[in-house]
């Protein structure tokens, strides 16, 4: 069996790159640099080239009104945790995929919009700017989703926080590849 071993910048950076959760310094994040990651992350496989994502970019001076806007739909004990939480990030970039007409099309939507996520925090560690996919429970409330005028055909699939920081987290080892492959008899 012949194995090779995979040393390119491409695997280096899959390999290096962390969520940053937190530890964000308070070096802007530039609308510009944004558009210009993209501009390369939407070159995900897309099924039938739906290209089924859009983006509301949250700036450091949309994210303490974004952030308070945000955490009214809490129960008011929680509310100031939420703004508190929502304001640890430089900025927030929300991503908003296009529903499938069908089963097979709502999964092909959602695994192009994952990729695109994947090459958008590769393009953003290559930069030094850190980002963690959220999923936190506002995404699929229907009072934010009218507040952020997400379509009666969208969903909100993350809200990508990102900020460049000055230390990463440490790196978690993966389940070796070999105890989750097998061949098929």
């Known amino acids: 069996m012949q194995v090779i071993k995979q040393n390119t ?7 290096e790159r962390r969520s940053i959760k937190k530890g964000y310094n308070n070096q802007a994040v530039s609308e510009e640099l944004i558009i210009e990651l993209l ?19 949250v700036g450091a001076e949309q994210k303490k009104n974004f952030a308070k806007t945000i955490a009214s739909t809490y129960p008011e004990e929680r509310k100031q945790n939420r703004e508190d939480y929502l304001n640890v990030p430089s900025a927030i970039l ?4 296009e529903e499938g007409e069908n089963q097979k099309q709502q999964d092909e939507n959602f695994g192009a919009t994952a990729c695109m996520i994947q090459n958008f925090q590769l393009l953003a560690w290559e930069q030094g700017l850190g980002v963690v996919w959220k999923t936190n429970p ?12 997400v379509g009666e055909k969208e969903r909100i699939i993350g809200f990508l926080h990102m900020g460049y920081f000055d230390e990463a987290p440490e790196k978690k080892e993966r389940i070796p590849v070999r105890d989750k492959f ?3 008899k």
């Open 9 to 15: 910048q491409l695997a280096k950076l899959i390999r």
């Open 39 to 57: 501009e390369d992350a939407v070159w995900a496989p897309t099924h039938g080239m739906r290209q089924p994502w859009r983006f509301l970019f």
């Open 94 to 97: 929300v991503v908003i995929m």
């Open 138 to 149: 506002h995404i699929y409330d229907p009072q934010v989703e009218k507040m952020l005028h």
């Open 182 to 184: 097998s061949i098929y």
